[in-house]
């Protein structure tokens, strides 16, 4: 039997990524609360607003809101609110322990340094997470996050976000006696009193501005998200499902991954209830929330692409725009554009398939509609690996192999398989217990250098950090064993401190031989974060009214 | 039979630790057991993590050349699993009382487990053999104990010191008879050195088969001719003047001979050691650790230098790096990997940047 999620009971951003949803602009919230009553009056005080996932359209539906608003907390946030012994006892270690705890885990602190050698490690974060530490007064307790539409053509979010955030603040200050306070501290400076997530813009012809998947880097991000039983309408289901959920043979095809993976209180895809703290009514419906300011070196990145693309063009006789372009996408793992490797191999396989799929409409208005149309289709996230095993499309230690393994990793796919006959009944079995729903933003101007504030606010959703998110990060990203990459780390989000390559297999047709990278550097370093509970409307009101009884 | 495999030999043993207490270095008086735990703690590991690495204090092992890994751990007692299950029917009918306890297992002393993978040699960098029988697996064994007092016999009393039995060793052979007594049976060994499938033997299936169906066949024929109260055989009966009965009797023994043959037979079979994998000796491996490495750093470094200039320049890597000896350059024990060059701009390359 399908499964029936009561949505409006859920919060609104585990079945929605905001900004795919004409949210491009975010405002996070960071609280402290010193005193547990007024921690549970604002938490009543907020819970109305909150933005659950019931439907935006059919019969019954909810009215799409102007701002979204929605709420997590960390550990020692519950404990602030004065949450039993037994429901935080129930709880994760790595949620008690927090991001920064686990830093070594994460590769955060460098893994290659010793605890001494790696003293400071934290200098460069946010002051906000530098002193998220427990038991001080920069603890962390409360993750807040409100995404706002935008005034139609313009990058301005509408009115409606700065009285929310005005009404946040009186909240505090009136309802709460300043109790439960904004916590400042984004940033360089240190300054601001919350992180601004917003989209890339690009400005059409009419010079009306459009909000853009892309990030600083240049790439279309967001890219595949995994859906889940219960998340979507049937036939919004039907639509997204191949290439984001887990493919079970050729006679079933895709299927959504069990709603347990990503909710708290539903059976997961090993036919378990993942752990949850008691009561039951409590965890149930609820999600854990990493959330991560990736700050990005743009300048770093540029200087190593042009270094690395000079030599890539004499070693492979192409011209210098068609090296930079084809490298930096190898390292990805998608062009540009979106276009998936695994799709289009080749430089030139990807201008042509560019070229059917009307990317370069003379129309720019034509053009960036099919590129939309693209990205949301299935064509843009329903390949595979298996019939590529030595990478000699998409390398094997590229991102996007890295994040999401698909079907690389069935055990009986042949190492040097390649081709559609390569064992098309490979199947997702060994990747579904490893993915996360991506929600999130980039944040910060275009055209800055490595000293500016730009980056990704990202935001991971599971229902086990530990096995979801920490693994992905520390096995696939900071590690390349699964890959045959030994201890390289993924091309474009890993420690390059230590390991700087990345091997880029030719395809036997070229003639050419395979090329390594090795001047790599650290392009993405965190600036902070930590791990949230994000609680169901039901739970958000046992908190308020202080009645969570684990007995 | 598994004490020896692939080339390697595989030793598990176990050494009951002493009862009772001693007077440690500082005058306190701990257990046999708590002073065993305190010296395995402070005995160096290899070098393999970054604090390991910056002390360079290297485990006393890597003084070996044909121990691939080994590891010590204390057995403190048996788990307690709780009650073994049965069945409450058969229970309540036939006993036992479940209100008496069961004695639960425990082990009549902690114990010091020590295994170790080693080259099946006698000789550093002796090649790796395909058979040994029993006495020769045995001095594979001596020998490797012998070697290990000679490189750290303060070690070795250290460590096995606090083990019963252990007073009498004097010397590599005392040493040798006392692991040996020790020893038990290495099970289920691992070996992954394989770089290509072994060329394993095919037990004839085919002929098995028949030989195990030829007399079940002729217990079923004869069955059935009883059955029918036939005066011979069928279907045998054309060739040979057998009644059903006692050739049912004979053909059920001949088919328990011939079952319990082939269960041998391929048992047997199976207890054979895989062949040694190619150069899986411990000099060689470390020596194919160097040569990946370098050899990564040569290709990169060549990358799109012309043919001319590539095979000179495989000229001197080739004697630089000296592929096919094993004695060096190459890798020491007990490390990740080689000291690496030092590039020109004076920093090394696997060493972090702080």
Redesign the interface.
Known sequence: MRTQLDLADIQGNVVRAYGRYSFPVARYFFLQITDAEAGRRFVEAIRPCVTTAARWDGEGAAAKPQVTLNIGFSFFGLYALGLPTRTLQGFPTEFADGMKARAFILGDRNPACTEEEARGWDAKLDPIWRDNNPLTSGEVHVWLSMNAQVEPGTDRAVAALEARTEWLRSVCREQCGGKVRIMAGHGRDGKGDYQEGRALFAQAPDGALLPTPREHFGFSDGVGDPVFEGQLSAADMRARVEGRGKFMSRAKGWEPLATGEFLLGHPDESQELPPAPRPWRFSRNGAFLVYRKLHQNVATFAEVIGAEARRFARVMGVGADEAAVTLKSKMVGRWPDGVPLAVAGTHAEWLALRGRLGLDDPDPAKALAAARAYLGSAAASAFRYADDMPGHNCPNASHLRRVNTRDYLDPLNDPAGFGPDANPNATTQLNKRRRILRRGLPYGAEGGDDDTEQGIVFMALCASIFRQFEFIQQQWIQYGLDFNAGNNTCPLLGDHSAHRRFAIASRPDSGKPPYVMDGLKTFVEPRGGDYFFLPSLTALKMIGLGVVDPT | MANFDAGSYFLTTLAPIRPGATQDIDGSTVSFRQRLATTLATLPTALQS??TE?TGVQSPFAQSQRTHLCRFAIIDDAIYNGRPPRNPVLTSLFGPDPIVADRPDRLNAAYLMFTAEIDAVTEDGAALPATLSQAEQDAVRDAWARDIWAKMPGTVAAIWGNCLGFQSVDGPDSFARYLARCQVETTMPFHDYWIAPPDLPRLPVKLIAAVALAPLAALALSLAGWAAGAQKVPLLGLAVDWAPWPTAGWAALASAAALWGVYRYAMAHGARPFPPPARADLPSVLKALFVRERL?DF??AQ??ADAEALHKAFGAFLAACKPEDATGPTQLPGVVCAPAPEEPDGRTR?????
């Open positions: 970054p604090a910056r990564a290709a990169i990358q799109g696997r060493k972090a940047e702080v």
